[in-house]
């Protein structure tokens, strides 16, 4: 009898994870046109008060995901643990990074609920979760900017003959780590592309982390793929 491939199973739980993901980004309202900093506290306020039951249903989505995203990058770790480096810094790090983002997310989850909970409360206070949970949730990047790299360094030391994971998928990492990096300096603006409801800092940075997770699944189911078949012929 054929036993159960965990990895596999668990590559196959992405498209579930990818439809939860999607549905929470367009059920918070706060994302669909995202929320100004410039909003007065009465606006903010009126904002949970108006939307409550939308927020606090798509945060626990949200905070699903933040657990479930988590075995994508472990995946990762296993492929970058195989190559050819005679160190297991490198997958120990990107381990490491693997914990932060969703921890921080979890965080800014607990804050836009914290702010949904009680929408009577003053609104000072519940200005005061938004910018909390807005803050948190946009500049957790260095994390996934370390990971990125990371991942494009291992790539580059790992034996040139026969790669673990494709060269070019390292090029693409150093792409998202570019392109993630405005993103950390979202405290410092309230307008402009550096805001947390702009280009840069909300749609570059959440379109990079989306396209991140897309091709990182891609290349990584190819790679297991690949070795079940390499595993199934020397069989």
């Known amino acids: 009898m054929r036993r159960p491939?965990?990895?596999?199973?668990?590559f196959w739980t992405l498209p579930v994870l990818a439809v939860i993901w999607i549905s929470a980004f367009f059920l918070f309202p706060g994302f669909v046109h995202?929320?100004?900093?410039n909003m007065s506290a009465d606006e903010v306020?009126?904002?949970?008060?108006?939307?409550?039951?939308?927020?606090?249903?798509?945060?626990?989505?949200?905070?699903?995901?933040?657990?479930g995203l988590i075995p994508v990058v472990m995946m990762l770790a296993t492929q970058v643990?195989?190559?050819?480096?005679?160190?297991?810094?490198?997958?120990?790090?990107?381990?490491?990074?693997?914990?932060?983002?969703?921890?921080?997310?979890?965080?800014a989850n607990i804050f836009w609920l914290l702010a949904a909970f009680?929408?009577?409360?003053?609104?000072?206070?519940?200005?005061?979760?938004?910018?909390?949970?807005?803050?948190?949730?946009?500049?957790?990047?260095?994390?996934?900017?370390?990971q990125c790299l990371l991942v494009a360094l291992a790539i580059h030391w790992d034996?040139?003959?026969?790669?673990?994971?494709p060269r070019w998928f390292a090029h693409f990492n150093i792409l998202i780590a570019i392109a993630l990096m405005p993103a950390a300096f979202t405290a410092l603006a309230k307008s402009?592309?550096?805001?947390?409801d702009g280009?840069?800092?909300?749609?570059?940075?959440?379109v990079a982390i989306a396209v991140w997770i897309l091709v990182t699944a891609a290349v990584v189911g190819r790679v297991i793929h690949a070795q079940r078949v390499e595993h199934r012929v020397a069989a």
């Open 81 to 107: 643990h195989r190559m050819a480096h005679r160190t297991p810094i490198l997958t120990y790090s990107l381990i490491a990074c693997a914990g932060g983002p969703p921890a921080i997310f979890l965080i």
């Open 5 to 10: 491939d965990g990895e596999l199973i668990l």
């Open 159 to 165: 034996e040139p003959a026969k790669p673990v994971l």
């Open 192 to 196: 402009g592309p550096f805001a947390w």
């Open 45 to 67: 306020a009126a904002f949970y008060r108006d939307e409550t039951a939308r927020i606090r249903y798509s945060m626990i989505l949200f905070n699903w995901i933040c657990v």
């Open 118 to 146: 009680r929408p009577e409360r003053a609104p000072e206070l519940t200005q005061m979760y938004n910018d909390l949970a807005w803050v948190s949730f946009t500049t957790l990047v260095p994390y996934l900017i370390a």
């Open 199 to 206: 280009l840069l800092s909300f749609w570059v940075k959440n």
């Open 34 to 37: 995202p929320m100004s900093p």
